[in-house]
């Protein structure tokens, strides 16, 4: 199955709430006019595009309709599109893995997803012939070094870890070493999302960014946000945060297959201007789509 249908299938809550009520909008226009903008920003916010990216949107689509004349909701649904993609495209959609090794630092609150989407790149990439090594940054209990094994045993990556209580940049640096050692293209350093207050994360996540870059100054580097897709804007204010205090250089969105909340994709991208890189749309190995915006908006419109 290619990202279109899958992300069609795995949009599928969004769509009958959102796709539908949208068609809505637009098939019961008489004009477009007043009433017609009012049911369409509706339509967005109920979708969780956030205020601010509703509010940008259509003040755009209402410059172009009048800049533009247009007069067909065909028309306008169009250039609804366009912006859409516009708000998708604020990077390089892929992870830079152009040097062995390359680094994927994964972050966020706990819960998320993050081991999961690990264990699903980490698939993905040994599918395409790369050395992979997961490292168990994540030592705040031994459970989360053990859920990541499993995923290397299944995806066929190797795995670095200590004990449970280990110093996390300790760990990374054995990592390195190792996939130094082995060669390694791949290293994805796994995190703990539960730390008792930001300043302890914001540490923590400085201290491993220090090793890597002082293990390995020229190497591709991504900060890989993980958010969980059914908070809604509750993803958009920890997007902020981490944003914030780690450098983030991508996202990830799951559970995409679980809420009618998919418009937070395009919310995230156009308030942080960091690309959405994969989205998730279930629980199995090969449930991780690496994002296209416009198939994307094509699959919600
Ligand atoms: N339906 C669905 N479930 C997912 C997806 N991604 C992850 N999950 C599930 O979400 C739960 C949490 O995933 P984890 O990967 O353990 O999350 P985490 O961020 O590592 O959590 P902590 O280690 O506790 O911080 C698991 O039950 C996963 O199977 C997805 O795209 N769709
Ligand atoms: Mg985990």
């Known amino acids: 199955m290619g990202f279109f249908d899958k992300i069609?299938?795995?949009?599928?809550?969004?769509?009958?709430?959102?796709?539908?009520?949208?068609?809505?909008?637009?098939?019961?226009a008489d004009a477009i006019d007043d009433d017609f903008f009012d049911e369409l920003e509706e339509t967005l916010v109920l979708a969780d595009l956030g205020m601010d990216t509703v509010n940008k949107l259509m003040k755009e689509l209402r410059r172009r309709v009048e800049t533009r004349g247009l007069t067909t909701t065909e028309h306008v649904k169009f250039n609804l599109k366009l912006i859409l993609n516009d708000m998708l495209n604020v990077g390089k959609?892929?992870?830079?893995?152009?040097?062995?090794?390359?680094?994927?630092?994964?972050?966020?609150?706990?819960?998320?997803?993050?081991?999961?989407?690990?264990?699903?790149?980490?698939?993905?990439?040994?599918?395409?012939?790369?050395?992979?090594?997961?490292?168990?940054?994540?030592?705040?209990?031994?459970?989360?070094?053990?859920?990541?094994?499993?995923?290397?045993?299944?995806?066929?990556?190797?795995?670095?870890?200590?004990?449970?209580?280990?110093?996390?940049?300790?760990v990374v640096f054995d990592g390195i070493q190792s996939a130094k050692a082995k060669g390694v293209d791949v290293i994805l350093i796994d995190t703990a999302g539960r730390l008792h207050n930001k300043q302890?994360?914001?540490?923590?996540?400085?201290?491993?960014?220090?090793?890597?870059?002082?293990?390995?100054?020229?190497?591709?580097?991504?900060?890989?946000?993980?958010?969980?897709?059914?908070?809604?804007?509750?993803?958009?204010?920890?997007?902020?945060?981490?944003?914030?205090?780690?450098?983030?250089?991508?996202?990830?969105i799951t559970k995409l297959d679980g809420t009618a909340k998919g418009g937070i994709v395009i919310a995230v991208s156009d308030a942080l201007k960091i690309p959405v890189k994969f989205v998730g749309v279930g629980e199995k190995a090969d449930d991780l789509m690496p994002f296209v915006a416009k198939d994307f908006v094509d699959a919600l419109i």
Request: charge should be neutral; glycine fraction near 10%; proline fraction near 3%.
């Open 8 to 28: 069609k299938q795995g949009l599928a809550k969004t769509r009958a709430a959102f796709t539908e009520m949208l068609n809505d909008v637009f098939d019961n």
């Open 93 to 170: 959609p892929e992870l830079d893995l152009s040097t062995s090794p390359a680094v994927v630092l994964v972050i966020g609150v706990n819960g998320v997803g993050k081991t999961t989407t690990i264990g699903k790149i980490a698939t993905r990439l040994v599918n395409e012939g790369k050395k992979v090594m997961m490292v168990a940054g994540d030592t705040f209990r031994a459970a989360a070094a053990d859920q990541l094994e499993i995923w290397a045993g299944r995806s066929g990556a190797s795995i670095v870890r200590q004990h449970e209580g280990a110093d996390p940049a300790a």
């Open 200 to 252: 302890n994360l914001m540490n923590e996540l400085n201290k491993i960014s220090r090793v890597v870059e002082r293990e390995l100054p020229d190497a591709a580097k991504e900060v890989l946000l993980v958010l969980d897709g059914t908070t809604g804007q509750n993803g958009l204010i920890q997007a902020k945060q981490f944003k914030e205090i780690a450098g983030v250089t991508a996202v990830a």
